[in-house]
């Protein structure tokens, strides 16, 4: 039986134990939705000019995501004209519970009590 050696004095280096093409990206960028670390959206790429363009791509996405949050949770007040309004009924428990309003029937924007 022979002694052990040490694969350096067997005449090996480095590049026997690292490949050739790692099975991994070789870069990567992330970027956490909803100010927390729950959920994130994650760019790997080969090269560096391919991470840029998906860097790019990902910011436009995300605009485009928070413009369309944005006129969603105002209603889309900007394109409405209110063409029509229908009248709603207060629910929750508060001073105007039992009120009647009007609300666009378009883009549902509250107009006022009654």
């Known amino acids: 039986m022979t002694e052990y050696q040490h694969p ?9 134990f690292i490949p050739k093409h790692p099975p991994y990206p ?6 956490f939705l909803n100010d927390g670390r729950d959920e994130q959206l994650v760019v790997r790429a080969e090269t560096f000019e391919q991470l840029l363009a998906g860097k790019q791509n990902l910011s436009k996405m995300l605009q ?6 944005s ?9 409405c004209d209110h ?3 229908k009248t709603l009924v207060v629910k929750k428990d508060s001073s105007n519970k039992g009120r009647q309003f009007r609300a666009c ?7 006022g009590f009654i």
Do not use: H, I, R, W
């Not at 005449?11 to 026997?16: A, C, E, K, T």
């Not at 485009?64 to 949050?69: P, R, Y």
């Not at 006129?71 to 394109?79: F, I, K, R």
């Open 64 to 69: 485009q995501v928070n413009n369309n949050n």
């Open 105 to 111: 029937t378009k883009c549902g924007v509250f107009l």
């Open 8 to 16: 350096a004095e067997q005449g090996s280096n480095g590049g026997d």
């Open 26 to 31: 070789m870069y990567q960028y992330s970027v």
């Open 83 to 85: 063409p029509g309004y």
């Open 71 to 79: 006129a969603s949770e105002n209603g889309n007040q900007e394109a």
